[in-house]
Structures are given as structure tokens and as C-alpha cells.
């Protein structure tokens, strides 16, 4: 049984509320590690080492979770970053579907049935501004204004040299950058992906390197239940001990 099972199976018996933004995000952050890795040993069961783009993507997504988490963690108030960070992707989201809408209205006469309408969105809108749970996302909701969350690369930028995990979340953003070419595609990285030879490079070695984020960003997530309920983390594999080096150098 993994990490993220072991201590999966005991959240579920706290039957928490997770209408909370606070439960919701930090165990949806579990599950998606965990999914993400179950994933991996699909992935390499078919033992196709020089085919990488899925692997490269998949780690991304471990790593990005990894950087945003211990961000969060490190803030005074980590639960005001986790509504900063919600209401960051509402903004977006609704940004996205507007500009879908503006799409439909001046190219195709408002008609297309996959597109919103500047009336539809309107509609969503107000049920945003009405809604109860989503009162504490916005920073001026006259004007339907959101509260905001640093990007990824300010994250880094800003970093003070007192951080935990400081030499980690440098390293992380290199890899988050060089990986982030694979998410779309393009003749550079499918030439960089033909030079990989994970069998006599460092690609595995990295790979396992993003795996001990992986832990981390778990494990910062159970503090969370650590903290606001009678939740002790269980360790069976002694994973705490096996990642305490951890650190690239």
C-alpha cells in the first residue's frame, strides 16, 4: 500500500465536510498525486523508455503541485493563499468562457452551439456574485474583481533565501520549464526527446528526484488534517527516513 493510500483510507474515515475550500483542496491534491502516479506504472509497464512526452507532461503536473503547495505552506496564512489561488483560476476560467463568448458573437452570429452567449455569461456572472461560497474570492465584487495569486515564475523570483525547501523549488522550476515545452508540440521537442537515452543519461535519476516532490507535496497535505482533526500521518514504508537527503546537488 502506498503513502497516499494508507493515509487516504484514514481521511475517509473523518467523514469531513468537503463543501470546505480548505478539505476540498487539500485532499483533491492528494488524490491527484496519487492518481497521477498510478499512472506512471501504466506508463512504464509498456517499458517504451524513448517514448517520454506523456511521462514529461504527467511530471509537470507533479511538480507544479509541488511548487504551489509549498508556496502556500510557507505563507503566514495558508488557507487566505489557497482562496487567492481558487479564486485566481475562477477569474481565469470565466476569462476563458468570455472570450469564447466574444468569439461567438462577432464570428458566429451567437449561433454556435458549443459557445457561450455574452447573454449566458451575463447569467453566470451574476450567480458568481450571488453565490454564498464564492463571496470571499473577490476582492471588489462591484466590479467583479478577484482576488489574485502569483504566477508560478514570480513564485520563484521571490523566494527568500530563509525558505524551506529553497534549493528544491529552484531546482523544480528548471524541470517545470524544460517540461513545460512538451505540453505543446512542436518540431524542437520532438528532436530533444530523439537525443534522450534514459537508460545512460540522468533522465531516471530525475525522474525519481520528482517523485520525492511528490511525497513532499503529499505530505504537506496531510498537515492540513494533521492540524484540524485528531488525524496522526501513517508512514509504514518509513518514507519520512528515505527522503530525508533527499535535496539534488
Given at each position: 500500500m502506498t503513502f497516499a493510500d494508507e493515509n487516504l483510507k484514514k481521511i475517509e474515515k473523518l467523514e469531513i465536510d468537503l463543501n470546505d475550500e480548505y478539505n476540498s483542496f487539500f485532499l483533491g491534491m492528494i488524490i491527484r498525486q496519487h492518481t497521477i502516479n498510478n499512472d506512471f506504472s501504466i506508463l512504464f509497464e509498456t517499458d517504451r523508455s524513448r517514448e517520454l512526452t506523456s511521462k514529461y507532461i504527467l511530471y509537470r503536473c507533479l511538480i507544479d503541485d509541488f511548487i504551489q503547495i509549498v508556496f502556500i505552506s510557507n505563507e503566514e496564512d495558508k488557507y487566505e493563499m489557497v482562496t487567492k489561488l481558487n479564486a485566481d483560476a475562477l477569474n481565469k476560467n470565466f476569462k476563458k468562457l468570455m472570450d469564447l463568448?466574444?468569439?461567438?458573437?462577432?464570428?458566429?452570429?451567437?449561433?454556435?452551439?458549443?459557445?457561450?452567449?455574452?447573454?449566458?455569461?451575463?447569467?453566470?456572472?451574476?450567480?458568481?456574485?450571488?453565490?454564498?461560497?464564492?463571496?470571499h474570492h473577490f476582492s471588489d465584487k462591484?466590479?467583479?474583481?478577484?482576488?489574485?495569486?502569483?504566477?508560478?515564475?514570480?513564485?520563484?523570483?521571490?523566494?527568500?533565501?530563509?525558505?524551506?525547501?529553497?534549493?528544491?523549488?529552484?531546482?523544480?522550476?528548471?524541470?517545470?520549464?524544460?517540461?513545460?515545452?512538451?505540453?505543446?508540440?512542436?518540431?524542437l521537442t520532438f528532436e530533444e526527446e530523439q537525443t534522450v537515452d534514459p537508460d545512460k543519461d540522468s533522465t531516471y535519476t530525475e525522474f525519481a528526484e520528482i517523485i520525492s516532490y511528490s511525497y513532499f507535496t503529499i505530505l504537506k497535505c496531510l498537515n492540513h488534517f494533521e492540524e484540524n482533526y485528531e488525524f496522526e500521518i501513517t508512514d509504514s514504508n518509513n518514507l519520512a527516513e528515505y527522503y530525508k537527503n533527499s535535496v539534488h546537488r
Open positions: 463568448a466574444q468569439l461567438n458573437e462577432e464570428k458566429l452570429n451567437g449561433d454556435y452551439p458549443f459557445y457561450p452567449t455574452y447573454d449566458q455569461m451575463e447569467e453566470v456572472k451574476q450567480k458568481m456574485i450571488d453565490s454564498p461560497k464564492r463571496q462591484d466590479n467583479f474583481k478577484f482576488k489574485t495569486y502569483k504566477a508560478t515564475g514570480n513564485i520563484i523570483r521571490e523566494l527568500k533565501d530563509e525558505e524551506e525547501h529553497l534549493h528544491q523549488l529552484r531546482r523544480a522550476y528548471f524541470i517545470w520549464r524544460k517540461y513545460s515545452d512538451y505540453v505543446h508540440y512542436s518540431n
